[in-house]
DNA sequence: GCTTTATCTGAACACCCGTTCAGTTCAACC
DNA sequence: GGTTGAACTGAACGGGTGTTCAGATAAAGC
């Protein structure tokens, strides 16, 4: 036995990456070999080869990935002329796309340290790209006196963290909407900006 | 040789803990070999065993004995009386805490999925209890006035995750002192819980 | 000073790791 | 329909894994 039946590089690839960011969520990645992500594809070890050169390249992939398509997805959001509606529109934004994508959000956050130094320099690049959109609006909102705001840097990553904290509690078709929670993050990131309502 | 002169059982045993704390904190859980904190004792795999049946036990220890401390130490904070300064007590306990223990917080969240089953449900309901004591806080206020809060639950996580953010950014002797931190994210977890300020 | 015993070594166990590669198979093209 | 080349297998490589245990050593108690 070699090449299977209708085999496709096509389809392989996309099913390596989604198998190893399941496996990967799930146990971690020092703790995934390259067995069992073959396995869940239905391939011998030695084929995930032809699609990365290395395992750590394979999670590289997938943390760039995650994060390229997180700052592309933002830029799409329509632009709100008001620090406050940014914000509102930042808080819905970054709700839904992290509750939509939980696996590959909690890979970009918890294997940091399983990227050699480069790699590693280059995903916080990444992160800091998002943080400053937020840092951004929290600016505005400063300059323009509609936010209360002691400390941006320090708003930024208190929200961030408070925002994404979601991931890790929310389950589907749990207690709360997801629109409810939205709602509900929304007004309390206002608050904790000292927004002045309007 | 066997047994190195001067050794006891009573130092190490904690050096163990200790070893495997600094180790499975940098590299994770599944990254760190027995071989390895046996060599940064200074002892061989096997001496290990005289201080625990397992690693997964080790690191079961670590998470358990770290959040009955988080317990413990907080119901040693002086109790306040009105909800406003409970939260403030809170936040400032919460923070000192846990910039204290950054080693032990990281592993206390992110190595839940290397525990069985059973050990994750214990670990689990310590970190419950601890919610627990500021859900309390959250809902005494809401009842008597002084927070706005639609769910308290939610703003639980909300407030917590805030929180325990600050371990993924604070680095000694950085851009802010602790105490300013502090106060900065007391005000915003006032904030974010509408609390009529008095 | 001798015995006891807690502490630790060093080797072994069976197994898993990431990665390579010669060889096999099948789809696509001429 | 024969040839080419992409897709994949299966075995092997050197090395690491958690854990066990007989034996060695030094501290503690008499």
Not at 152 to 160: N, Q, S, V
Not at 171 to 183: M, N, Q, S
Request: zero cysteines; proline letters at 3%; hydrophobic letters at 45%.
């Amino acid at each position: 036995m070699a090449r299977k039946t209708g085999s496709h590089s096509q389809t392989t690839g996309p099913r390596v990456r989604a198998a190893a960011a399941r496996l990967i969520a799930r146990h971690g990645y020092a703790a995934v070999s390259m067995r069992q992500i073959a396995a869940e594809v239905g391939v011998q070890a030695g084929a995930l080869y032809l699609y990365t050169p290395d395992k750590q390249t394979l999670l590289y992939d997938l943390m760039r990935d995650h994060l390229e398509e997180l700052l592309a997805a933002w830029q799409a959001v329509p632009a709100e002329t008001s620090p406050e509606g940014r914000l509102r529109a930042f808080v819905r934004f970054h709700i839904g796309f992290h509750l939509d994508r939980a696996e590959a959000v909690f890979i970009a956050y918890m294997e940091l340290r399983n990227l050699e130094p480069a790699r590693f320099a280059e995903i916080e690049k990444l992160r800091h790209a998002y943080e400053d959109a937020l840092e951004a609006i929290l600016s505005a909102g400063q300059s323009d006196g509609s936010f209360s705001i002691p400390d941006t840097r320090l708003a930024t990553m208190a929200l961030i963290a408070m925002l994404t904290g979601v991931t890790n509690w929310y389950r589907e078709g749990g207690r709360l909407a997801r629109a409810e929670i939205e709602t509900i993050y929304t007004d309390m990131a206002l608050n904790a900006v000292g927004a002045t309502r309007g």
